[in-house]
């Protein structure tokens, strides 16, 4: 894996993909910073070198050239993480574009207008994707976020840099920290899958079979593999289409060693609410209206046990309705365990949108070994698939 740990970058201008599609507020103020800051080791290392950076990202989704998306907005708080000032191009390619990055001094730093002002960025355009590579003669993909989109500039724009191309370092993290998930790491190795549907992750399931020793699957999915061995789940989510599926994935973990752990109690509720009534009850004996809302002490104790023997985990999903705080607690003791097994040296990787939301709420971000950057190009990475981003690099 070709990253910029190998290349010196003196008088280099550095044409780089990052993520900084940030929230903003009604001030267009920037509220979360974290993938700016992730994207700083980067920029940093091409500035140290002797180089310069050209930076082009998306924000949001614009139809048009809607200044609500403007990447004007983020200059000053990029200017504040990178210490270094900003200079910034009204358009990402055009004269504008070209004469600011031919100007463009080692040590300084462009960052050019949202991408997707262009239609041509999604639509993977290869002339969009030529007229950007002009900007710059080396090409680094640090987006992990958008790995999974064969867009222009994720992955089409590569092929004008058949050699000067390589992973930035927050996307070389993530790669390798599937990788030790899916390959390389250390056994027993553990997966947790929660959330809402089996449907959402049943791709993930079937892949995960083949890399895993324990399998924890929980959340709305439980539901469904409750009722499918003739369990009662009231008024459970449960996905019924599904159930012969489930007991197909129960057969097959059988056949290819994998332990499945499935709650074997849990925190009913009488309706959809943090304000409900609530018991703890047997898994499979869920009264009529009453639906499991969250995993019991027993489902608890169970799961600690099989996170802490293992030494390799991965984490994607909630085990409960973990937006409410009524229904958080089996969420928040999973990773106070993945947090206590990290700490005896397993290695502990989240991700995939609500468990991410999740660990940072609890407050678990620096207790685990990585919490991924990439909502959908996770899952899909977790399915197994190659994603085109990286696959462009790679080539
Ligand atoms: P996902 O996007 O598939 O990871 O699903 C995340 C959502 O699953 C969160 O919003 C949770 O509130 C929801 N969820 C977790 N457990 C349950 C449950 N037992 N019943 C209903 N929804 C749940």
Not at 220 to 231: I, L, N, S
Not at 270 to 279: G, H, I, L, Y
Not at 325 to 339: K, M, N, P, W
Request: aromatic share 6%.
């Amino acid at each position: 894996m070709k990253t910029i740990q190998n290349v010196n970058f003196k008088n280099t201008k550095a044409l780089i993909r990052v993520d900084f599609n940030v929230p903003l507020n009604a001030q267009f103020e920037v509220t979360d910073n974290t993938r700016i800051v992730s994207a700083k080791p980067t920029i940093l290392k091409v500035l140290e070198d002797g180089g310069s950076c050209i930076l082009m990202s998306h924000l949001g989704r614009p139809k048009a050239q809607e200044s609500e998306f403007s990447l004007r907005h983020i200059v000053s708080t990029l200017e504040t993480v990178l210490g270094v000032q900003v200079l910034f191009s009204s358009d990402c390619i055009g004269e504008e574009a070209q004469t600011a990055a031919d100007n463009l001094q080692p040590g300084q730093v462009l960052l050019l207008e949202n991408l997707r002002y262009h239609s041509e960025e999604t639509k993977g355009d290869l002339g969009f994707a030529e007229a950007l590579s002009k900007l710059g003669d080396f090409y680094i993909n640090d987006a992990f976020g958008t790995a999974h989109r064969a867009h222009a500039s994720t992955t089409i724009i590569a092929q004008f840099f058949p050699v000067n191309k390589c992973f930035g370092s927050l996307l070389a993290q993530e790669i390798e920290s599937i990788d030790k998930v899916m390959q390389t790491g250390e056994k027993p190795v553990l997966a947790i899958l929660g959330g809402a549907k089996v449907s959402s992750k049943i791709t993930i399931i079937d892949n995960i079979l083949d890399k895993v020793d324990h399998l924890i699957i929980g959340g709305g999915m439980t539901f469904t593999f409750v009722k499918a061995q003739g369990g009662h789940v009231g008024d459970s989510i449960c996905e019924d289409d599904k159930m012969e599926l489930a007991l197909e994935i129960l057969e097959k973990a059988k056949v290819k060693n994998v332990q499945i752990h499935i709650p074997v109690d849990v925190l009913a509720a009488n309706d959809f609410s943090n304000d409900a009534n609530t018991q703890i009850v047997d898994v499979r004996e869920i009264p009529k209206n009453w639906q499991g809302l969250d995993c019991g002490p027993k489902s608890k104790a169970i799961f600690h046990d099989v996170v802490q023997k293992c030494k390799t985990i991965l984490w994607n999903g909630p085990l409960g309705v973990f937006e409410m705080e009524t229904f958080s607690s089996g969420t928040i003791a999973l990773g106070d365990s993945i947090a206590e097994a990290t700490k005896n040296g397993a290695f502990s990787l989240v991700g995939g949108g609500d468990s991410v939301a999740a660990v940072k709420q609890f407050g678990f971000e620096n207790k685990v070994s990585y919490v991924s950057t990439g909502g959908g190009a996770m899952l899909e990475s977790l399915e197994g698939k190659t994603l085109p981003g990286i696959a462009a690099i790679s080539e």
